[in-house]
């Protein structure tokens, strides 16, 4: 298993300006991921962040506007940049220790609001 | 990429057996089925995975016919704290060690008392 926190728990942003998550794992993990959830909706994939590689992200985000750092193997970083209202959203973080399984890990989330 | 369809919500009591199933007709060959369990403000949790036939743990069985094409989560005498959204997943990750995550929309189980 694996422990995950997330920095900041929530945060309310001005439209334009930009906020950085964290996400720290207790242990050493290759694949890390991150999720968007809108209230009440499901989760969509924002990009695969594994160390020693750029992410990969999925359609419809770009590197510009959620630029990804993964450092190590325990820690990663999500940026959401110019924020707009529509980014409003809680973002997650998680980890996928077992590599060819689909047992994900996930941090407790970020809630942003943009206003 | 397979897609999952889930009812939207349930309505069940305590003590009850509650089967929640998800509908994956493009499953591919190599696609596991795993479920979530989520509550409000928390990420969502790892329940069970299978591939195919039945697999148990602690807390569900999780029933996959031969197709695939469906597959039945069942939670044994449910409390109120299974009161959450669970979400039925479809994916794997390819040759090139690329993921492809598919998340049904959830089912929102309510227990009551």
């Known amino acids: 298993s694996a422990v995950i926190s997330q920095k900041p728990s929530r945060d309310i942003c001005q439209r334009g300006t930009s906020l950085t998550i964290q996400c720290q794992v207790d242990?050493?993990?290759?694949?890390m991921f991150w999720y968007r959830q809108q209230p009440g909706q499901s989760l969509t994939l924002i990009a695969t962040?594994?160390?020693?590689?750029?992410?990969?992200?999925e359609s419809g985000f770009v590197i510009d506007k959620f630029p990804i750092s993964r450092p190590n193997l325990t820690f990663s970083t999500l940026t959401v940049s110019n924020m707009s209202p529509e980014d409003s959203s809680i973002y997650l973080c998680?980890?996928?220790?077992?590599?060819?399984?689909?047992?994900?890990?996930f941090g407790p989330g970020t809630r942003l609001t943009v206003l | 990429l397979a897609k999952t369809t889930q009812p939207i919500s349930m309505d069940s009591y305590e003590g009850q057996e509650v089967n929640i199933t998800c509908s994956h007709n493009?499953?591919?060959?190599?696609?596991?089925i795993t479920w979530y369990q989520q509550f409000p403000s928390q990420g969502p949790r790892f329940i069970i995975q299978?591939?195919?036939?039945?697999v148990t743990n602690e807390v569900a069985s999780l029933f996959i016919p031969a197709d695939r094409k469906s597959s039945t989560l069942s939670l044994p005498r449910v409390s109120l704290s299974d009161t959450a959204v669970y979400y039925c997943l479809v994916g794997a990750f390819n040759a090139g060690n690329n993921r492809k995550l598919i998340w049904g929309l959830g089912t929102s189980l309510a227990v009551n008392p």
């Open positions: 493009n499953i591919a060959t190599n696609d596991y």
């Open positions: 299978g591939y195919k036939t039945k």
């Open positions: 998680s980890v996928a220790p077992q590599g060819l399984y689909n047992e994900q890990f």
């Open positions: 242990s050493q993990v290759t694949m």
């Open positions: 962040a594994n160390q020693g590689s750029e992410a990969t992200y």
